[in-house]
């Protein structure tokens, strides 16, 4: 993300698809890991990409990886069930 402002239309298009997969999962979870899914669901959707705020955007792209771990470790606890 280091030219922002140029990739201003592939971070939207990107922010749509991760919505989009969030929104399927969090009808699919239960307990923390839909917790963590609707909390993030909702700052991507009230995080407006542009360039006054790149800030926010980026903090957004930071958290991201936190939720898919926490969603890896849910799946690994999952099969430890089976």
Same mark, same amino acid.
Do not use: A, F
């Given at each position: &993300?280091?030219? $922002?402002? *140029?990739?201003?239309? !592939?971070?939207? *298009?990107? &922010?749509?698809?991760? +919505? %989009? #997969? @969030?929104?399927? @999962? +969090?009808? #699919?979870?239960?307990? +923390?890991?839909?917790? +963590? /899914? #609707?909390?993030?669901?909702? $700052?991507?959707?009230?995080? *407006? %990409?542009?360039?006054?705020?790149? *800030?926010? /955007?980026?903090?957004?792209?930071?958290?991201?990886? #936190?939720?898919?771990?926490? @969603?890896?470790? $849910? !799946?690994?606890? @999952?099969?430890?069930?089976?």
């Amino acid at each position: &993300m280091n030219d $922002y402002s *140029e990739l201003l239309p !592939q971070v939207s *298009e990107e &922010m749509g698809r991760v +919505s %989009v #997969k @969030l929104r399927s @999962l +969090s009808g #699919k979870l239960s307990g +923390s890991p839909k917790r +963590s /899914v #609707k909390r993030m669901l909702s $700052y991507v959707d009230h995080c *407006e %990409v542009s360039v006054q705020n790149e *800030e926010q /955007v980026r903090i957004l792209y930071g958290e991201l990886p #936190k939720v898919i771990e926490e @969603l890896k470790d $849910y !799946q690994k606890d @999952l099969d430890w069930e089976m």
